[in-house]
C-alpha cells in the first residue's frame, strides 16, 4: 500500500473530509457517476452498477480512489459523499542512470463531483488540499490533470487552483460517442505551490 494511502488521510479542510474510499463507498459514487452529464467528461463509465462495482473495486483503481465529504454543519448529522477525485502516483521520466531517482515523484489527478454540490466552491476547496498534500507530507515535484477541451468547468478549475495550460492538442482524445475531441493537459510543480507570491 503506497504512502498516500496511510497515515496522510483524513484530511480535513473548512468544510470538508478527504479520505481514501472503501469498496462500500461505491454505490453512493455510482450515484453522480450514472448522471448523462457527468460520465460524459468520464474516462470510463460502466453501463450498470454492478460493472461499476467490479471495475472500481479492483485494487489498483480503488488504491488510487478518494472520496470528498462535506462535513456535517452546526446542526448534527452524519458527513455525506459529495465527490470523489483520483490520486494516483507516478515515475518521472528519466534517463536510466537516474531513474531510482524519479520514481513516484509525481501525481496524475482527477476529480468529480455530485452536480447538486456544483458551484458552490467544494471542489476548489478539496483539490486545494489534495495539492498541499501532494506538494506537503507526500513531497512531490509535480502534479497534472487533463480534460476534454469541451468539458471547461474542468479545464477552469485547474486554472483557479494556479495550473498551467501545458498542451492543447488538437483533437486527440477518442470520445465514447465516437467523436474525436480536443484535449488539454495542465500541470503544476511544487516549487510554484510553495512560492510565497503565490495567491
Known amino acids: 500500500m503506497s504512502s498516500s494511502r ?3 488521510w483524513p484530511v480535513v479542510t473548512e ?21 448523462p452529464e457527468v ?3 468520464l ?6 452498477l454492478s460493472v461499476f462495482r467490479e471495475h472500481y473495486s479492483a485494487s489498483d483503481r480503488l488504491d488510487s ?3 470528498i465529504e462535506l462535513l456535517p454543519d452546526e446542526r448534527g448529522g452524519a458527513p455525506a459523499l459529495i465527490g470523489d477525485f483520483m490520486l494516483r502516483l507516478e515515475d518521472g521520466w528519466a534517463q536510466s542512470e537516474v531513474a531510482g531517482a524519479a520514481e513516484n515523484v509525481e501525481a496524475e489527478l482527477g476529480w468529480v463531483l455530485d452536480p447538486a454540490y456544483a458551484r458552490r466552491g467544494f471542489a476548489t476547496e478539496a483539490m486545494r488540499a489534495v495539492i498541499d498534500v ?5 513531497d512531490l515535484r509535480r502534479v497534472h490533470a487533463g480534460c476534454f477541451a469541451d468539458n471547461e468547468p474542468s479545464w477552469r478549475l485547474m ?10 492538442s488538437r483533437k486527440t482524445a477518442l470520445h465514447r460517442s465516437g467523436v474525436w475531441l480536443d484535449g488539454m493537459n495542465y500541470g503544476l ?3 510554484e505551490w510553495l512560492s510565497p507570491r503565490r495567491g
Not at 474516462?43 to 450498470?48: D, K
Open 43 to 48: 474516462s470510463s463509465a460502466p453501463g450498470t
Open 189 to 191: 510543480l511544487a516549487e
Open 65 to 67: 480512489l478518494y472520496v
Open 39 to 41: 460520465n460524459h467528461w
Open 159 to 168: 486554472e483557479r487552483l494556479g495550473m498551467r495550460r501545458e498542451e492543447f
Open 15 to 35: 468544510r470538508l473530509r478527504l479520505r481514501r474510499c472503501e469498496v462500500d463507498d461505491l454505490d453512493a459514487l455510482w450515484e453522480w457517476r450514472r448522471l
Open 134 to 138: 501532494c506538494f506537503g507530507e507526500l
Open 6 to 8: 496511510t497515515e496522510i
